[in-house]
């Protein structure tokens, strides 16, 4: 089996691929199997989604159809990663089964999401206004029963106001509250019990019985009817309902509000100097852009020429505007806030950080943690307790007293319908990693969150992640460099996202005159190798290495290393014989020591494990107060560290940035990788921290454990509610209205009781 890629990618389409539109295309990846069968891989939206049972609902809708291969939805988000095969079944036949469900999908675009959210929230307030209206008309017509003396209303007046609730009540079950009805005969359908199924009982139960009321007073079903409650219920639950939609909208709108910061068009230079003015979807690499004063930025990209600043806070995190001048970076969907900027763009499209964002953050809602699978597969034996427990107080109340049964049993379904239940957990971990995303911190697993909080060691890298990934240049050797030195070492350095090699590219490249390296080091074949450094074999067969000193002068003389390099951190040498060197200053972060110091005062144990020299990595670790540390570690002493930690029980926290670290942040029990770092760093940790504040690593370890008690708070209450209310339904205390106010009562409590992890103050507690 192939990795999945893009259509753009050169994977040849099958003629299931011809059937797909550009926006289904252009959300779908692919694969090709063993067999030569390719696979496609879609992001899709999902409507009329209400609770965590529909997910797996839609999920047993598709798997049951020929061509899909897998179907994960998020309840959280309303999201689907659906794997399917194109050439066996059509995209619409799929859709169709969803929608024969009762729900619908559309590709997780901005405009087809966008107008799926509009469609679906128009249907939520008009059930509503109908449910809410019919409600208070009904109201009306109950309200003499229950003052009248007996014997004070006539038997014709009563059966009029019987029938006028009737007619009322009819819109409400049919246009209302036909979502419920739908949904729980699907679930029935693909024999699962979902949350719609009890209330959808208890609402045909009762509108049965005050039909049969209504047609035959002195018959069956007695002389009750339950319209009002029938009513009342429906309004509160959609209500309710229509809560949690805003809610998810407003994320989802959130997300859609990162992914539209990109400008429409954009000013790029024509090589003869001209301006033209294009889309920003046909920007490449290697153009030259100019960003006005207030624009946003259109790509990853490095300043040419201009000094501003720019607002990254919804990239990074960082609320204080980030100046920028020839050579630094700046990222797509920043604002320049002053000054024109001339950009040379260095990535685009899905390849910019804010493209990953959005995909790291997809990633992370998609997964569904453990303690939110152990909610759900408890809320499915709830609910088959719950229909035998209504079934037996219905017996039971048909030898107490007949005329009550079905309100027994009615209240006993309609209180005990699981909604918070499955609320508890999503809602705070969900909360929770919105909360992160905004301090800067993206998680791309939400399990990262449920182990944080048992954390009891911190292993951190040095360059780059305690320290600044931008150390200053402090010596060269020798003073002025070649031509050919300089294109070589600028050939190798700009082909590493190591700090040490970015911070050398950006210094020797202000020295020259030329905006790119010589063209006869432009195509070398460059390897890098992981804590070594970089080598690249030129065309006249000469072998340049960039690197640690040991490594790049391992065929070196005596007497050239005393000649100055024996102080170099990075060498730069030629069949192994020294060419240059530099050494650099490493600056902490700005907030090192504070969170070294915070995360210690939790009870920590903070550990330094860096692969630089012995001697450096002990100055950094006495700046920032820490007696346990190791240098000169190579990523399998690394890994062999960290294993040997938890083999004495200890639970890790991981923390780096290099190529180097990829092994041990994937071994670790949580790893958190630095925004500027190596791609395979990141694509191996359970967090991005784009922010490059350390305290946000603080705040995500209170948070976890915040998190982690609110979630027991939220399945404590759902349990209390159910415990108190259980029995008040089986003895009668509780009519059908009453419990619908309190189901949608506890749903509603258990949402803002997760809430609160979206304020500042549940971090700092």
Not at 64 to 76: F, L
Not at 157 to 181: C, E, K, S
Not at 309 to 329: N, Y
Not at 401 to 406: E, F, G, H, L, Y
């Amino acid at each position: 089996m192939t990795p999945l890629v893009r259509p753009d990618q050169g994977a040849p389409r099958s003629p299931g691929d011809e059937g797909l539109d550009e926006a289904l295309r252009s959300i779908t990846a692919w694969r090709v199997e063993t067999s030569g069968e390719r696979i496609a891989r879609s992001r899709l939206r999902v409507s009329g989604m209400h609770c965590a049972a529909c997910a797996g609902l839609i999920e047993a809708t598709l798997l049951a159809r020929r061509g899909v291969r897998a179907a994960q939805v998020n309840a959280s988000t309303q999201t689907l990663v659906l794997d399917w095969s194109p050439a066996a079944v059509p995209f619409q036949a799929l859709r169709q089964a969803v929608m024969a469900a009762g729900y619908d999908l559309a590709p997780d675009l901005a405009g087809p999401a966008r107008e799926l959210r509009r469609r679906e929230h128009r249907q939520a307030v008009w059930r509503l206004f109908v449910a809410g209206f019919l409600m208070m008309q009904v109201m009306m017509l109950a309200w003499p029963s229950y003052v009248a003396a007996p014997g004070e209303m006539a038997p014709d007046q009563a059966a009029l106001l019987r029938w006028g609730q009737w007619v009322l009540t009819l819109p409400v079950m049919l246009l209302a509250a036909g979502p419920f009805f739908r949904a729980a005969c699907s679930q029935l359908r693909q024999r699962r019990i979902g949350m719609d199924v009890p209330v959808a009982l208890g609402l045909g139960v009762a509108f049965v019985a005050g039909s049969g009321a209504t047609l035959d007073p002195g018959g069956l079903f007695g002389h009750e009817v339950y319209f009002d409650s029938i009513t009342m219920f429906v309004a509160f639950l959609l209500g309710a309902r229509y809560l949690e939609l805003r809610a998810r909208h407003r994320a989802a709108q959130a997300i859609e509000e990162a992914a539209g910061e990109l400008p429409e068009l954009v000013e790029r230079l024509k090589p003869d100097g001209t301006v033209e003015s294009v889309p920003v979807g046909q920007l490449a690499a290697g153009d030259i852009v100019r960003v006005a004063a207030g624009q946003r930025i259109p790509a990853d990209g490095t300043v040419e020429a201009g000094v501003g600043a720019a607002d990254e806070s919804l990239l990074t995190g960082e609320s204080r505007p980030v100046a920028k001048a020839r050579g630094d970076e700046v990222l797509a969907g920043s604002l320049n806030l002053h000054g024109v900027l001339t950009l040379r763009v260095r990535q685009v499209g899905e390849e910019t950080r804010l493209a990953a964002i959005r995909q790291l953050m997809a990633q992370a809602f998609q997964d569904r943690p453990t303690t939110l699978r152990m909610a759900d597969r408890v809320a499915g034996w709830f609910l088959a307790m719950v229909l035998v427990l209504a079934g037996l107080a219905a017996l039971a109340w048909q030898l107490i007293d007949p005329s009550r049964a079905v309100a027994v049993a009615v209240s006993v379904l309609i209180v005990t319908c699981p909604c918070a239940l499955s609320l508890a957990a999503p809602a705070a971990w969900v909360a929770a990693a919105g909360t992160l995303a905004r301090r800067g911190l993206l998680l791309s697993r939400l399990d990262a969150i449920e182990t944080l909080a048992d954390i009891d060691t911190v292993v951190m890298d040095k360059t780059g992640t305690l320290t600044d990934p931008s150390p200053r240049l402090r010596r060269q050797w020798p003073e002025t460099l070649d031509s050919e030195t300089r294109s070589a070492a600028l050939t190798l350095a700009g082909a590493s996202l190591h700090p040490l090699a970015r911070a050398l590219a950006t210094a020797i490249g202000a020295e020259r005159d030329a905006t790119r390296p010589a063209e006869t080091a432009r195509h070398w074949a460059i390897d890098e190798f992981s804590g070594r450094g970089l080598e690249a074999l030129a065309d006249d067969g000469r072998r340049w290495r960039l690197g640690a000193p040991r490594w790049a002068l391992a065929q070196a003389d005596g007497e050239a290393w005393r000649s100055g390099l024996a102080d170099a951190q990075v060498v730069l040498s030629c069949d192994g014989i020294p060419r240059a060197g530099w050494d650099f200053d490493e600056v902490l972060r700005d907030d090192a020591r504070m969170a070294v110091a915070a995360w210690r005062e939790r009870g920590l144990d903070v550990e330094l494990l860096s692969g630089d020299a012995p001697e450096r990595v002990a100055a950094i670790a006495a700046r920032v107060h820490l007696t346990r540390w190791r240098g000169g570690a190579s990523p399998e002493e690394k890994l062999a560290h960290v294993a040997a930690l938890q083999a004495c029980g200890h639970r890790v926290l991981m923390i780096g940035d290099g190529i180097n670290d990829a092994p041990v942040l994937a071994r670790a029990q949580v790893s958190v990788a630095m925004g500027q770092g190596a791609d395979l760093a990141k694509s191996r940790a359970d967090a991005l921290l784009v922010s490059d504040r350390l305290g946000a690593i603080t705040a995500a370890l209170s948070l976890a454990r915040r998190t982690r008690q609110v979630a027991r708070q939220n399945l404590a209450w759902s349990a209390l509610y159910n415990a108190a209310c259980v029995p008040m339904a089986l003895v009668g205390w509780l009519p059908p209205w009453a419990a619908g106010l309190g189901m949608a009562t506890s749903s509603l409590l258990v949402v803002a009781n997760a809430a609160r992890l979206g304020r500042d103050t549940a971090i700092r507690r």
